[in-house]
Antibody
């Protein structure tokens, strides 16, 4: 049973960079997409982006200019950097594993394992 | 901003059937399979349904999903108190590209 655990600062100052790491245990990081999702208080889930084990990335268009993701397969970890943060970036951040496949019925993509989430507050 | 629209709330008494709708467009639900997640605040979201109507191991068969055109729905049969949670539909959107979540539906067991 794969497990994911987010880690990183819980408080980030405005205009600085939010950095989080997700450690994967109980399974290989290979052959999956790995994503970050966030949820501001009182709001819904928002996909931030994904990284494959080769380092290939896709980012949400709304956050693309500020997001960078990386992966370290030797440590079974992947990371998120979100630059120039504001109070609007305050949220619970989740990391998740994505199963994917291109089939006759469309692009199959879903999250079958999630981390517990970590609250990041942007405040001075 | 979510591109998949769900009703903000749904409710029922124990044992009742509750249905949640999810409305999208040709670039997401109209093209790609729909997934559903159950989220109890303070915990990790849980995959409830994938590929429109497939239940992961461990999800009770009281839950069922369907898709038609650019809409999808999740049905909970025999509602139980532990079903009280937020439910989100989601799908890959080819136009952006992006993975889009629904606006979320809070299910209350009366």
């Amino acid at each position: 049973q794969v497990q994911l655990q987010e880690s990183g600062p819980g408080l980030v100052k405005p205009s600085e960079t939010l950095s989080l790491t997700c450690t994967v245990s109980g399974g290989s990081i290979s052959r999956y997409y790995w994503s970050w999702i966030r949820q501001p208080a009182g709001k819904g889930l928002e996909w931030i982006g994904r990284i494959y084990t080769t380092g290939s990335t896709n980012y949400s268009p709304s956050l693309k200019s500020r997001v960078t993701m990386s992966v370290d397969t030797s440590k079974n970890q992947f990371s998120l950097n979100l630059s120039s943060v504001t109070a609007a970036d305050t949220a619970v951040y989740y990391c998740a594993r994505a199963v994917f496949s291109n089939n006759w019925f469309g692009y199959e993509y879903y999250f079958d394992s999630w981390g517990q989430g970590t609250l990041v507050t942007v405040s001075s | 901003q979510s591109v998949l629209t769900q009703p903000p709330s749904a409710s029922g008494t124990p044992g009742q059937r509750v249905t949640i709708s999810c409305s999208g467009s040709s670039s997401n639900i109209g093209t790609n399979p729909v997934n559903w997640y159950q989220h109890i605040p303070g915990t990790a979201p849980k995959l409830l349904m994938y590929n429109n109507d497939q239940r992961p191991s461990g999800v009770p068969d009281r839950f069922s999903g369907s898709r038609s055109g650019t809409s999808a729905s999740l049905a909970i049969r025999g509602l139980q108190s532990e079903d009280e949670a937020d439910y989100y539909c989601a799908a890959w959107d080819d136009s952006l590209p992006d993975y889009v979540f629904g606006t979320g539906t809070k299910v209350t067991v009366l």
